[in-house]
């Protein structure tokens, strides 16, 4: 129960474990085909450039600066947490400006100072945050953001590593332009894996460039090739890690099986239920109930309790881990994850029984 990653469903842990094909096998292709259908569905999109990537969410991220931004553009970064410093580092490696939009660790972006930087920096091509802040346990009002790009012209990338699977994320709805999410969280799926998708404008700008992605890698075009999006045919480009694409697609079935709806009914529920147990231990949550997230519990850690032991007797005891808090958070909160195949009563009740037994 700690920020990820979460527990692996069996039935992923099982697709696993099938046998190895050739990555451009038939049948591989079809499966290749059915993640990127599955993946639509958990993004609530239609753009045809929905796939994932064979890294992790770092990767995922990187995907969407790298091919978004060439050395001397400018982009608007929010910063609330952890993740939002990954992405300045992006920008800054890449050879552009990041334009930093700080908000306290704790609470949501700010809408109204990110429309002010978007006016005051009208050559910016990008404005980048993130949905769901894993180091905070913060959701941020990803419509608002994204209508701001579009009003001004920019192309928004969105971080939902932690959001995917677990709270409301509405790719076209929102009109976000690259997103990128990782596997580990409330896909509970290994991970190792970064799904993403980019709209018809941002696939436009990446086809417009004139500078070459630095990263081979990751440069969309080529990729594109392997998965098949646009006109080119299939061809190879770098070795698929097969199993974990099995697992992936296993992970996507079950999600489309309980449907949107219900998975996130579910996570509301536990979370709420979390939420009354820790109330009537007399333990506050750090973040306002408007702005958090149900698979993210941020638990203010009482005066003069040890952190560091509790954490320790819970993992003993109890086999079972919460997360610590994060830079400026460290030593004040504890995070605990109620994630896709971990949200669940069982968890619940363990994780409340332990800490108050802990913490007598
Ligand atoms: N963004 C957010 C919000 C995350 O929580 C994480 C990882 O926890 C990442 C990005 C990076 O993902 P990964 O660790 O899979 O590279």
Not at 83 to 93: D, I, L
């Amino acid at each position: 129960m700690g920020p990820g990653p979460s527990d692996v469903s069996p039935r992923v842990l099982e697709a696993l474990g099938r046998p190895t094909i050739g990555h451009l096998d038939p049948s591989f292709i079809d499966l290749m085909d059915d993640c990127k259908r599955l993946l639509q569905y958990a993004f609530q999109t239609k753009n045809a450039l929905t796939i994932p990537i064979s890294a992790p969410g770092s990767a995922g991220m990187e995907a969407c600066f790298v091919n978004l931004l060439a050395p001397g553009d400018k982009a608007i970064v929010c910063q609330n947490g952890v993740f939002g410093g990954r992405m300045k580092e992006n920008v800054e490696r890449i050879g552009a400006t990041a334009v930093m939009v700080e908000d306290d660790w704790g609470q949501p972006v700010d809408v109204a100072k990110v429309e002010e930087t978007l006016k005051a920096h009208p050559d910016a091509k990008v404005l980048a945050f993130v949905h769901a802040e894993t180091s905070t346990g913060v959701r941020s009002d990803a419509a608002a953001l994204c209508q701001l790009a579009q009003q001004h012209d920019c192309l928004s990338i969105v971080d939902t590593v932690t959001s995917l699977g677990g709270i409301e994320l509405i790719v076209d709805a929102w009109g976000a332009d690259a997103v990128y999410s990782g596997t580990q969280k409330c896909l509970s799926c290994v991970p190792g894996i970064s799904p993403v998708t980019f709209s018809a404008k941002a696939v436009d700008a990446i086809n417009a460039r004139t500078h070459k992605v630095q990263s081979w890698f990751l440069d969309m075009q080529l990729v594109m090739g392997y998965w098949g999006s646009g006109d080119k045919k299939r061809a190879y480009h770098h070795t698929a890690p097969v199993n974990a694409m099995y697992a992936l697609h296993e992970s996507l079935l079950i999600l489309e099986e309980e449907g949107l709806d219900a998975l996130h009914a579910r996570h509301r529920l536990n979370h709420n239920a979390l939420v009354a147990g820790l109330a009537a231990m007399g333990l506050e949550m750090l973040v306002d109930e408007d702005y958090r997230l149900p698979q993210l519990n941020s638990v203010v850690i009482p005066n003069g309790t040890d952190d560091a032991a509790v954490r320790a007797t819970l993992l003993n005891d109890y086999q079972l881990e919460i997360g610590a808090g994060l830079g400026t958070l460290a030593g004040k909160v504890w995070r605990i994850g109620l994630m896709g195949h971990a949200s669940n009563r069982k968890n619940v009740l363990l994780c409340l029984d332990a800490l108050e037994n802990t913490l007598k």
